[in-house]
T-cell receptor, first 111, second 116 residues
Framework: DQQVKQNSPSLSVQEGRISILNCDYT??????FLWYKKYPAEGPTFLIS?????DKNEDGRFTVFLNKSAKHLSLHIVPSQPGDSAVYFC??????????FGAGTTVTVRA | NAGVTQTPKFQVLKTGQSMTLQCAQD?????MSWYRQDPGMGLRLIHY???????DQGEVPNGYNVSRSTTEDFPLRLLSAAPSQTSVYFC???????????????FGPGTRLTVL
């Protein structure tokens, strides 16, 4: 049973606009949430994270929001750039440091 | 630092053959793990290790063995390959202070395995 779900397999956005990626989880014991970005034929690379005790974390064009009561997090990319076209994975960490991943969302940024 | 390295990049096996996927890291990370990525499934944890001599099962361990004799190396063995093991395999490592995220996992480039 998947504990981390990304219900949108794909997202298309125009360059310069905002990209919003969503992620839901079921395990209330997750203590850390991470977003990874993956290009074809490469391994995932870390993008941004948030602790379960916070509700927002920003890093440049990337912001992650956490709503613990709804067990929902989102990643905002503003403004979107062509180099942002990739697969984005949401991941959640349990207290034994294991990561559970969502299925991924493929983002395409149109010129 | 080379980071996390994986060999081979590609491999084709016949059903029943065995092989070992190699993974090495030079960051002195204690935690290492193996994932497989399948379409529509994300990354699923196969086995992990919290230090040399210590390994444990993840979400999908059947058909795979691991060992951790050194901090640097964490090989994944397929004992008798099956078509269901056709996938892309990623090795990852992390330590208590790795990355901005704290315990951020660094991934290797992956091994694409096809079992006929």
């Amino acid at each position: 049973d998947q504990q981390v779900k990304q219900n949108s397999p794909s997202l298309s956005v125009q360059e310069g606009r905002i990209s919003i990626l969503n992620c839901d989880y079921t395990n209330s014991m997750f203590d850390y949430f991470l977003w990874y970005k993956k290009y074809p034929a490469e391994g995932p690379t870390f993008l941004i994270s948030i602790s379960s005790i916070k509700d927002k974390n920003e890093d440049g064009r990337f912001t992650v929001f956490l709503n613990k009561s709804a067990k929902h997090l989102s990643l905002h990319i503003v403004p979107s750039q062509p180099g942002d076209s990739a697969v984005y994975f949401c991941a959640a960490r349990s207290n034994d440091y294991k990561l559970s991943f969502g299925a991924g969302t493929t983002v395409t940024v149109r010129a | 630092n080379a980071g996390v390295t994986q060999t081979p990049k590609f491999q084709v096996l016949k059903t029943g053959q065995s092989m070992t996927l190699q993974c090495a890291q030079d960051m002195n990370h204690e935690y290492m793990s193996w994932y497989r990525q399948d379409p529509g499934m994300g990354l699923r944890l196969i086995h992990y290790s919290v230090g040399a001599g210590i390994t444990d099962q993840g979400e999908v361990p059947n058909g795979y063995n691991v060992s951790r004799s050194t901090t640097e190396d964490f090989p994944l063995r397929l004992l008798s390959a099956a078509p269901s093991q056709t996938s892309v395999y990623f090795c990852a490592s992390s330590g208590p202070t790795s990355g901005r995220g704290g315990n951020e996992q660094f991934f290797g480039p992956g091994t694409r395995l096809t079992v006929l």
